[in-house]
């Protein structure tokens, strides 16, 4: 098992910025990649964004590209999610999240999950 700690939410204007922090422990060694989600009111979980831990290649869905960028520290066992121009949209409790193969934007095989922090945009 992975354990996975987000930290970095709070409460921001529209067109600030945020950057979100994940730290992973125990079995670090079998992750394959790892994602960022957000699940807002009355909406499905989705994966805004993922990187793989060894080569770095990353997605993102189309709402946040040019916006949000992820990176990782693999020295650390940690990713980050910088998020700039943020919207109101962009509310949510945001999770981290592991998966222990490709590929990385499967959501089916995200199996460790941390508890989530909370984004919060105001206009």
């Known amino acids: 098992q992975v354990l996975l700690v987000e930290s970095g939410g709070g409460l921001v204007q529209a067109g600030g910025s945020l950057r979100l922090s994940c730290a992973a422990s125990?079995?670090?060694?079998?992750?394959?990649?790892m994602g960022w989600f957000r699940q807002a009111p009355g909406k499905e979980r989705e994966l805004v964004s993922a990187i793989t831990w060894s080569a770095g290649s990353t997605y993102y869905t189309d709402s946040v590209k040019g916006r949000f960028t992820i990176s990782r520290d693999n020295a650390k066992n940690t990713v980050f999610l910088q998020m700039n121009s943020l919207e109101p949209a962009d509310t949510a409790v945001y999770y981290c999240?592991?998966?222990?193969?490709?590929?990385?934007?499967?959501?089916?095989?995200?199996?460790?999950w941390g508890q989530g922090t909370q984004v919060t945009v105001s206009s």
């Open positions: 999240a592991a998966t222990k193969r490709p590929p990385m934007a499967t959501v089916r095989w995200y199996d460790d």
């Open positions: 125990g079995r670090t060694f079998s992750i394959y990649a």
